[in-house]
């Protein structure tokens, strides 16, 4: 059964402080993993990897994935409030079935 | 394109009454996704489709779960009877496939069961 390990469960730091969320995976055949950031409402695409050592970027967000040691990171710089968020990392195996960690919540103080 | 589109927004019934949940997925998406998400258990996948066709059925809890896609543009998922323990957020997600980018979410349909 394809399964996906999100950690921390949580964590609080400041405005300026870089972030980083770790994601690990176990998984048949991988297709690719994704990350999503959810506010009050539905989770909203932010990057999808699908070959190892490639950094993909926006902003002040970037992610990377190792398919070797079967994880990946997602590094926020200068978060800001806004940042806070519930972080989801999911997984594409084949089929399309994409299968959801629990998450980690972020929550940027002023 | 308006997105992945659910209806009710929120829905409040009594125990042992059928609810049904409705999805349009962005035009052109041949992925079809039913996922329910609770704070204990977080975002499960409930069931999804492909060109139409139910793939992978196993996270449907029980047999009073079911869902259907009749066509490329709509999907339902029934609770017939409701219970309390159901209540959740229902998410509907689309995408292509192969999976050319991420999945896209509907805004979800909050269910109350009292």
């Known amino acids: 059964e394809d399964k996906v390990v999100q950690s921390p469960l949580s964590l609080v730091v400041h405005e300026g402080d870089t972030v980083t969320l770790n994601c690990s995976y176990e998984v048949t055949n991988f297709r690719s993993l994704l990350w999503y950031k959810q506010e009050k409402k539905a989770p909203t695409f932010l990057f999808m990897l699908?070959?190892?050592?490639i950094e993909k970027k926006s902003g002040r967000l970037s992610s990377i994935l190792d398919k070797k040691e079967l994880f990946s990171i997602l590094n926020i710089t200068a978060t800001q409030t806004g940042d806070s968020a519930i972080y989801l990392c999911?997984?594409?195996?084949?089929?399309?079935?994409?299968?959801f960690g629990g998450g980690t919540r972020v929550l940027v103080k002023p | 394109d308006a997105g992945v589109i659910q209806s009710p927004r929120h829905e409040v019934t009594e125990m042992g009454q059928e609810v049904t949940l409705r999805c349009k997925p962005i035009?052109?998406?041949?992925?079809l996704f039913w996922y329910r998400q609770t704070m204990m258990r977080g975002l499960e996948l409930l069931i999804y489709?492909?060109?139409?066709?139910?793939?992978?059925d196993s996270g449907m809890p029980e047999d009073r779960f079911s869902a259907k896609m009749p066509n490329a543009s709509f999907s339902t998922l029934k609770i017939q009877p409701s219970e309390p323990r159901d209540s959740a957020v229902y998410f509907c997600a689309s995408s292509l496939r192969p999976p050319l980018g991420g999945a896209f979410f509907g805004q979800g349909t909050r269910l109350t069961v009292v």
């Open positions: 489709f492909n060109n139409n066709v139910p793939i992978d």
């Open positions: 035009s052109g998406h041949n992925s």
């Open positions: 999911a997984l594409k195996a084949a089929g399309n079935k994409l299968t």
């Open positions: 699908t070959s190892s050592g």
